[in-house]
């Protein structure tokens, strides 16, 4: 499996900020994820982010709301803009291709978001 | 679209006693499928995946899970179960993405209390 670190751990915003979530994995992937984790709810992908390419966005994230970079195969960042309450989530970064691991995706520990 | 129904948000047992969680997705084409549990405050550990091969599959901490191909299920199970699985599991399948990709669609998710 793959060691997957996110910074911050946690986080309490104001309305109208903006945070950045860092994810950092001990070993190079080709894929890595966002998901979203509403209170109380199941996971809801973001993005896919390949390194070297733009991030592929679902239905009803935009890249304006969700930045995401992937300078290389063992980081990626995803920021929240212009932040709401409605935001408030715990959001996790996931990798698959670890360690030629095709199919399994693993997950980080998350960052829990408030926004007030 | 693929979908997972966990048909079960809620699932309280007695310590030692044996539990089956139920999962069933939709789907016309093969997938593979994954169980995953997330412990309170924690993000999400793989549990068992199900690629291809042996239909009985086994995970850790004595999970095991039974991908059946015409009821289109993969009931999680386990014989006996310890206060320390109380958490929540969320079953998975995987499935094309926006860009070609595969992503994970997971299900609701099923809280398991195990009460001494």
């Known amino acids: 499996s793959a060691v997957i670190s996110q910074k911050p751990s946690r986080d309490i915003c104001q309305r109208g900020t903006s945070l950045t979530i860092q994810c950092q994995v001990d070993?190079?992937?080709?894929?890595m994820f966002w998901y979203r984790q509403q209170p109380g709810q199941s996971l809801t992908l973001i993005a896919t982010?390949?390194?070297?390419?733009?991030?592929?966005?679902e239905s009803g994230f935009v890249i304006d709301k969700f930045p995401i970079s992937r300078p290389n195969l063992t980081f990626s960042t995803l920021t929240v803009s212009n932040m709401s309450p409605e935001d408030s989530s715990i959001y996790l970064c996931s990798v698959r291709g670890a360690r030629g691991g095709s199919y399994e995706q693993y997950f980080g520990p998350g960052t829990r978001l408030t926004v007030t | 679209a693929q979908s997972v129904t966990q048909l079960d948000s809620q699932v309280p047992v007695f310590e030692e006693a044996p539990v089956e969680l139920r999962c069933n997705y939709s789907?016309?084409?093969?997938?593979?499928l994954f169980w995953y549990v997330q412990y309170p405050n924690q993000g999400l550990q793989l549990l068992l995946k199900?690629?291809?091969?042996?239909?009985l599959v086994k995970g850790i901490n004595g999970f095991e899970a039974e991908f059946n191909k015409s009821q289109t299920s993969f009931h999680l199970r386990k014989p006996s179960v310890h206060i320390s699985d109380t958490a929540e599991y969320f079953c998975?399948?995987?499935?094309?993405?926006?860009?070609?990709?595969?992503?994970?669609?997971f299900g609701k998710g099923t809280k398991l209390t195990v009460n001494p």
């Open positions: 982010a390949n390194q070297g390419s733009e991030a592929t966005y």
């Open positions: 199900y690629l291809s091969g042996s239909t």
């Open positions: 998975a399948v995987s499935t094309q993405g926006s860009g070609g990709s595969e992503k994970l669609v």
């Open positions: 070993s190079q992937v080709t894929m």
């Open positions: 789907s016309s084409v093969s997938v593979y």
